[in-house]
C-alpha cells in the first residue's frame, strides 16, 4: 500500500518546532538533515501526538542509536540518505543497509548504490536535470532502470523558473510529475515542503488523484 507522507522539515522557515507542538497527525515522514544538534527535536517529537514515523532522511553524522531509535520507537521503515560525495557519511550504517536508500541530488554512483538498498528518487531533482541539465537527466534515467526505486521525495518545480523548490504556492506546480511512469513511484512519498501540515494534506489529496 502507497504512503504519500506529510513531512516535517528542518530548513530554515520551515517552523518544525511549532508544526511538533501543534501537530495532531500521528504519521509523518521526518527530515531532521539541517539539525547538527537533534536534541530537541526529539524531545518535542516525544512530546507530540506523533506516533509512527515510516520514512526518515539521515544526515551523514548521525550515530546509529538514532536510527535505533526510529526503528524502535516510531516503527520507521525506509531511511534515506544523500551521496557521500555530497555529504560524508562518517558511521557505519550497515546494520540498516537494507532499508538505506541513496538520493538523486547529484550523479548517481552505481558503486554506492550496490552498498545499500537502492534509489530513493527525488523526483523534483529528476524534473530540474531533465529542463536544465540533459546529460545529468540521461545518465540518470539509465541508472534508474537497474535499481529499486524504494522511496520518493517530492517538491515543487516553479514553471517560470524551471526550478524545483520547498514551497508549492499552487497545485498545478505538481503537474511535472505526470509525465513521469508509474514505476518511478515506490511506497514510501515524502512531500519535501515547508508548507504547513494543513496544506501538505491538501497536496496528499492532489497527488493521490495525478499518480
Known amino acids: 500500500m502507497r504512503k504519500i507522507l506529510p513531512s516535517i522539515t528542518t ?32 524531545d518535542l517529537l516525544e512530546k507530540s501526538k506523533v506516533k509512527s514515523i515510516p520514512f526518515v532522511h539521515l544526515r551523514g553524522d548521525m550515530e ?60 523534483s531533482h529528476l524534473e530540474e536535470s531533465r529542463l536544465l541539465n540533459k546529460k545529468k537527466y540521461q545518465a540518470n534515467k539509465k541508472i534508474l532502470k537497474k535499481y529499486k526505486i524504494g522511496c520518493n521525495h517530492i517538491s515543487a518545480i516553479k514553471k517560470n523558473l524551471e526550478k524545483a523548490t ?23 512519498i515524502a512531500l519535501e515542503f515547508k508548507n504547513s501540515l494543513e496544506e501538505q494534506l491538501k497536496i496528499k489529496k492532489y497527488l493521490e488523484k495525478i499518480i
Open 11 to 42: 530548513v530554515p522557515g520551515s517552523f518544525w518546532k511549532k508544526k511538533l507542538k501543534n501537530t495532531s497527525l500521528k504519521e509523518v515522514a521526518v527530515f531532521p538533515t539541517f539539525l547538527e544538534e537533534r536534541k530537541e527535536f526529539y
Open 64 to 123: 546509529l542509536w538514532e536510527l535505533d531509535y526510529f526503528v524502535q520507537k516510531y516503527q520507521t521503515e525506509i531511511f534515506n540518505i544523500h551521496s557521500k560525495d555530497q555529504h560524508p557519511i562518517l558511521n557505519d550504517f550497515s546494520k540498516y543497509k537494507n532499508i538505506i536508500y541513496i538520493e538523486n541530488h547529484k550523479y548517481l554512483s552505481e558503486k554506492e548504490i550496490n552498498n545499500f538498498a537502492g534509489i530513493c528518487l527525488d523526483l
Open 166 to 188: 520547498h514551497f508549492l504556492n499552487d497545485l498545478s506546480e505538481l503537474d511535472y510529475l505526470k509525465k513521469y511512469p508509474s514505476c518511478y513511484f515506490s511506497n514510501f
